[in-house]
């Protein structure tokens, strides 16, 4: 294999595959990036034991040819140092592959590399006739960024780990759980199946980073076992997490004996606020007090550091007084971050149930609390 | 002591100064802020056992008043924390300190912090009438961006982890050596004192990210046990490290038997791709071959990753041939870093001596480098 690519293109495409490459692993073939170029281009492949991303780099991209075929075919290269490498060096690069022996020259520049003695690299599904949903890939990424952070931490109950998607005709469904609160994001999209499964929230935020304008349509389907996100010249193959996640239809709340709608950004930095002196796990508590229908006191306390209160607007009430509740403090704050609206609603229903926060003009997403006992 | 002070001033400020207080030490007093606040104006002091920073915020900033005085006095807070919750406050705020009791308030947000039951911080010495060499802290800056970096890292020879400052009646002469190399600038400045004294290169780091501007002038002076830097509003305190320092100018060799004019940024680049090569200590070799007087070849090798050549343009040669000589390539590339300037000069005195490197066309700052035998 052998081929001339223009520097700029290549490098920061090699730099979007290997950092999902391990810098060691068991299975040392995944440390290695997976080249390929042919009539169609040049292919890069890597990953590891959870996801791999491909990207695609056709001969010429607007016209202007970026890539030179010398001789097509296939190898690998040791995925950190190939891309190091790559950096820095100057204009066109000229890469060739024989027998496992790697040159990479550019200008008055030549360098080997040590390659990889056995090269069976992990073959993955073909993605012909796959049935799909499709949707802008910016509406994905805000429904990763407002669900992904709610999963399971501990393995103890692995499917709550990852983020349970449903495909339905006209829309995907994302919920993530810990047992403790619930997010959910609900996105319109174009569905030719309806499906469910589980995808680890590593994959997820390696997904959220592609680079991908937001505009572009990404085409998810399931493979196998895998789940695979198509968009542009990438490819993603996330593994599927095995069981059965749990009902939650039945837990959201649909009717409330309080509900409060609040500014959003003040609410959000009063809780930050709070949260400083909610540090140490045992005293991980911020209060919610409504004493009367136009004004909520938020207060903490630590033992160690000192004590915040303050006192917040509430812009509408319905329902009845007064609400005196405790919540930890990190999750408020990240159930706060994931709605992105001027105004929120909170709706309480009483000291044991679980509160949920959603924006006020609209039910695409939810953000579901236990409070605390104290 | 209380007062009432504008947020995003005192918010940046109070940053300026937190961040060399330690978040734990055996002199727990060292973890707090000290703040006065006087007819002058707020007082900020933060510190750790090696250097202390002070930032005085007066009344009144272009005419614009920022600090409104309540009560004179002072007191200590927990600087973490406190910073972090300034940060966190909008609009201005108040800070009032009885008896060790610290309130923040800020519109409708209150907050206690815990205090210190024992408030004796050190004393510092005072800055009447000292003597002080002048110079811009620009200047200044850069130096020690040319220095620092060669100090030991090893405690063995204490002395040589600082920075050696000779303050000459007219310039200022900084110089780090950790034995295998040595870096050297001098700087011109207006001085009333002769002196000399050794400055630990973590001082210098703290000092060089002041946000002061590069055209401010910057004093310096020595105290009794302390080197003070002052420069608009901040002085900066750092403990000197006792001892004789090595005399340095009988190394600097003055004649070469061969010298070479370089391109500068195409000789760092091409360090820069032939340490990716000599990443492992034993082999952290980057060797430099001139066999004719217009190519110099710079070479390096690993056992595991592979290996790189290449050959660069000289773009003017004094002096005889071949020269093959073998750098440390971590320090060949810092030293080459430490140079701004178009061209460079390498003058070589042979197989075992040390090579100098310099800016082609001013003798403000050199490096000193020992190669390696191989």
């Not at 983020?163 to 030719?192: F, G, K, W, Y």
């Amino acid at each position: 294999m052998e081929f001339i690519i223009q520097k700029q293109l290549f490098s920061s495409l090699v730099s979007d595959v290997v950092k999902v490459c391990p810098s060691q692993s068991v299975l040392p073939i995944l440390t290695g990036l997976k080249i390929e170029a042919g009539e169609n281009g040049v292919t890069l492949t890597g990953g590891n034991t959870e996801l791999f991303i491909i990207k695609k780099i056709p001969l010429q991209v607007e016209g202007e040819t970026v890539v030179q075929l010398v001789e097509p075919g296939q190898g690998m290269v040791p995925a950190k140092y190939f891309a190091e490498l790559i950096k820095k060096l100057p204009s066109s690069i000229r890469i060739s592959i024989r027998e496992s022996k790697i040159t990479v020259s550019s200008e008055e520049i030549s360098t080997k590399l040590s390659g990889y003695a056995d090269d069976l690299y992990p073959e993955l599904p073909d993605l012909q006739g796959m049935q799909t949903i499709e949707l802008p890939f910016g509406k994905l990424k805000e429904a990763i960024s407002q669900t992904a952070f709610a999963v399971a931490k501990s393995d103890s109950k692995p499917v709550l780990t990852g983020v349970h998607m449903q495909v339905e005709r006209d829309r995907l469904i994302c919920t993530a759980t810990d047992s403790h609160r619930l997010a959910q994001a609900v996105i319109p999209a174009n569905s030719s199946m309806a499906d469910n499964f589980i995808i680890p929230s590593k994959a997820l935020s390696e997904l959220s980073n592609l680079k991908v304008p937001e505009t572009a349509l990404i085409r998810i389907s399931k493979n196998g076992q895998f789940a695979v996100f198509q968009c542009e010249n990438t490819v993603l193959y996330s593994i599927l997490l095995e069981g059965m996640y749990p009902k939650t239809e039945s837990l959201l709340p649909t009717e409330f004996l309080t509900s409060v709608v609040l500014d959003a950004e003040q609410l959000r930095s009063g809780i930050d606020r709070a949260c400083l002196f909610s540090g140490e796990w045992k005293h991980n508590n911020v209060r919610l007090e409504i004493l009367a229908s136009d004004r909520m006191k938020i207060t903490s306390k630590s033992t160690e550091i000192g004590e915040l209160e303050e006192v917040q607007n509430i812009l509408h009430l319905d329902g009845q007084l007064p609400v005196q509740m405790t919540f930890d403090g990190k999750y408020l704050l990240e159930a706060l971050k994931g709605i992105n609206s001027k105004k929120i609603v909170i709706g309480f229903n009483g000291l044991m149930k679980p509160a949920l926060i959603r924006p006020d003009k609209q039910h695409s997403t939810l953000q579901l609390l236990s409070p605390l006992r104290v």
